[in-house]
């Protein structure tokens, strides 16, 4: 079973950056997909990003493409999620998994470990 911490999460205003990392350990593959999903309070956890094993294929939410980026090292078991332009409505947790297979995928279901979350509030 893998184990995922994520770290990075805060306040931030309407417009302003933050950077999530998420760091796996214990019994890691470096051939699994990754991916972050986030829920707001009320709602469904949602797909935010995915990248594939070797960082040769990403999938976005429509919603964060092109102020959301997706990286992964594999040498450091390491993926993280720049966040750009961020506005209210991106305020959720954050929450870091690995996929069961190497390619990326928006359902929750391909995914078999999953961090704790990071809160993530953008003020307006």
């Known amino acids: 079973q893998v184990q995922l911490v994520e770290s990075g999460g805060g306040l931030v205003q309407a417009g302003g950056s933050l950077r999530l990392s998420c760091v796996a350990s214990?019994?890691?593959?470096?051939?699994?997909?990754m991916g972050w999903f986030r829920q707001a309070p009320g709602k469904e956890r949602e797909f935010v990003a995915a990248?594939?094993?070797?960082?040769?294929?990403?999938s976005y939410l429509s919603s964060v493409k092109g102020r959301f980026t997706i990286a992964k090292d594999n040498d450091k078991n390491t993926v993280s999620l720049q966040m750009n332009s961020l506005k209210p409505e991106d305020t959720a947790v954050y929450y870091c998994?690995?996929?069961?297979?190497?390619?990326?995928?928006?359902?929750?279901?391909?995914?078999?470990?999953w961090g704790q979350g990071t809160q993530v509030t953008v003020s307006s």
């Open positions: 990248i594939t094993w070797n960082g040769g294929t990403t």
């Open positions: 214990g019994g890691t593959r470096s051939n699994i997909a």
């Open positions: 998994a690995a996929s069961r297979s190497p390619y990326v995928s928006g359902y929750s279901a391909g995914y078999g470990s």
